[in-house]
């Protein structure tokens, strides 16, 4: 399980990176060039967003809301926070990778394996952060322009990945090119849609943050 | 073959269990005698954080939806990743269990029939016959129900709106206590203690419960 519940994890991680280093003229998604996509993506040195995710299924008669923050320091320095309604808080930092929970009042570590299949998996998503979309073997990557969006979609190829994820949209503003919303489709009417907010690029952040949980 | 009786009697000592004494009440009616009752009176949607812990620690934790009907007996849930992963889904009536999603663990044997069984221990009347009702040995005020696959249920209200449920095997071994913490007309607060071979525990903290309007 927590091989594929971190893999989960991981997918939006990488999502958030990717998005937040997609260049800023759409021009390049127009041209469908990834490797412009890849040029730009180096340029971003660190970056913050809060993010708003819901969650949307079947049994709920709304969506699921949950909010966080995300951080992330380049070459590889993550922090995935949720703050409600569930408290989580992924670090990774200079290889080395941890999971906390909330309870009982404070944030204990998580104990599991998974946090060893994660470094493996942080280790793709480090490639994935120079804006890989289509070198991914993971995924099939098109991109298509809308009337005032442009969209990426990730399908997955892998046969485990389809079971899990059956494709990933992630929607960008036409002029800015900043990222607006990530919706990753799981099937049978599951579907997580993220939603970004207050996006700073290229600002300093401690590097405490990717090291404590605080 | 002096031992063998000494054997017999070892067994009975760690195999057998007797349930705990109940002093009948005088009133047998449940006008005179209510018993404890933490279930649900109507359809609920309960979306609950969910703590599983074994050996006293925190192992993960996990977001879970439930879609209980105490009139239809039925009861559909999810367990959800904070990420958002749908790890488990299933609904259940009581003819019928279908699982339509189960990664790890969830997919081992039985979890999808035991998971269901202890979302129904929790938030659904026993269907079971009520064999009788009283106080036990501390005072607390039992209704206890003999389930048709032989188990028995005790429900137990210890003081004013703190009640359990245990739930024994027909040899009255343990197998799960459940403990409510109520405030208002929703339980808060819910743990569930499991007696397997490996022993552990759910902690339940109310995140929403909405009521279900039939159409």
């Known amino acids: 399980m927590l091989n594929k519940v971190h893999l989960h994890a991981l997918i939006l991680i990488f999502i958030f990176c990717c998005l937040f280093t997609l260049p800023a003229h759409l021009s390049v998604a127009q041209e469908n060039d990834f490797e412009a996509l890849r040029r730009e993506a180096v340029k971003i040195k660190t970056l913050k967003a809060d993010f708003v995710q819901k969650k949307s299924m079947k049994i709920l008669s709304r969506p699921l809301v949950s909010e966080g923050l995300f951080y992330f320091a380049t070459p590889d320095a993550f922090r995935w926070e949720y703050s409600r309604p569930l408290r989580s808080i992924v670090l990774s930092y200079k290889n080395n990778t941890k999971r906390y929970l909330y309870s009982e009042g404070k944030m204990v570590e998580d104990k599991t394996g998974g946090v060893q299949s994660m470094k493996i998996v942080l280790g793709e998503v480090a490639g994935w952060m120079t804006g890989k979309f289509d070198q991914n073997p993971s995924f099939k990557a098109t991109i298509s322009k809308m009337a005032n969006t442009s969209s990426i979609t990730l399908t997955p190829v892998d046969e485990n990945m389809k079971g899990m994820i059956e494709k990933i949209e992630i929607l960008l503003a036409s002029r800015s090119g900043i990222v607006k919303s990530v919706k990753i489709s799981e099937g049978a009417g599951n579907f997580t849609q993220i939603d970004f907010n207050n996006v700073k690029i290229n600002e300093t952040i401690d590097a405490s943050v990717f090291r404590d949980v605080k | ?215």
Request: contains cysteine; proline residues 7%.
């Open chain 2, 1 to 215: 073959m002096k031992r063998i009786p000494f054997l017999l009697l070892l067994f009975c000592l760690f195999s057998c269990q007797t349930l705990p004494v109940i002093h009948p009440s005088p009133f047998a009616d449940e006008k005179s005698f209510p018993c404890p009752n933490p279930f649900l009176k109507s359809q609920y949607r309960l979306v609950h954080a969910i703590e599983f812990r074994m050996a006293g620690e925190t192992r993960a934790a996990v977001i879970g939806v439930t879609l209980a009907d105490p009139l239809t007996r039925a009861v559909s849930c999810s367990i959800i990743t904070p990420e958002g992963m749908v790890l488990f889904e299933a609904e259940s009536t009581p003819d019928n269990l279908k699982t339509t999603r189960a990664f790890p663990p969830f997919d081992a044997q039985n979890v999808a029939k035991n998971m269901l069984a202890d979302i129904k221990l929790i938030f659904l009347e026993p269907k079971g016959k009520l064999e009788s009702r009283g106080y036990l040995p501390d005072g607390s005020t039992v209704c206890r129900y003999h389930e048709k696959d032989g188990s028995w249920v005790d429900v137990v209200e210890t003081e004013p709106k703190r009640l359990q449920i245990k739930r024994y095997t027909s040899s009255g071994e343990l197998k799960r206590k459940v403990l409510f913490d109520r405030k208002g007309n929703i339980d808060q607060r819910i743990e569930l203690h499991a007696n397997e071979a490996f022993n552990y525990s759910l902690l339940m903290s109310l995140i929403e419960a909405e009521p279900v309007i039939a159409k």
